[in-house]
């Protein structure tokens, strides 16, 4: 069973940058493909990233692309979301998410998620 523990979110101002962290266990972090995930109040749950295993192929969502990094330290156990020019559009319950199957990102197979953490970005 993998657990997944997301922490960095918070309120920012637009034009801001924020970086999220999910910290895994229970599993074998560094095979696993590690997505990001949001959901805004009365929208339905979107793809924003995923990373494969070691990191050398990324997948972005295009309302996202250019200003928004995903990476990863397998050492740590921990994926990343470093958030830039960050809009109000962007305010949403961030989620990360393990595939525990795939080799290469993608936005859909995830098998496990974690609880979320919310980030809201102000005018």
């Known amino acids: 069973q993998v657990q997944l523990i997301e922490s960095g979110g918070g309120l920012v101002q637009a034009g801001g940058s924020l970086r999220l962290s999910c910290a895994a266990s229970?599993?074998?972090?560094?095979?696993?493909?590690m997505g990001w995930f949001r959901q805004a109040p009365g929208k339905e749950r979107e793809f924003v990233g995923a990373?494969?295993?070691?990191?050398?192929?990324?997948l972005y969502a295009d309302s996202v692309k250019g200003r928004f990094t995903i990476s990863r330290d397998n050492a740590k156990n921990t994926v990343y979301l470093q958030m830039s020019s960050l809009k109000p559009e962007d305010s949403a319950v961030y989620y990360c998410?393990?595939?525990?199957?795939?080799?290469?990102?993608?936005?859909?197979?995830?098998?496990?998620w974690g609880k979320g953490t919310l980030v809201t970005v102000s005018l």
């Open positions: 998410a393990a595939d525990v199957h795939s080799s290469l990102p993608s936005r859909y197979g995830m098998d496990y």
């Open positions: 229970g599993g074998t972090f560094s095979q696993y493909v």
């Open positions: 990373i494969s295993w070691s990191g050398a192929s990324t």
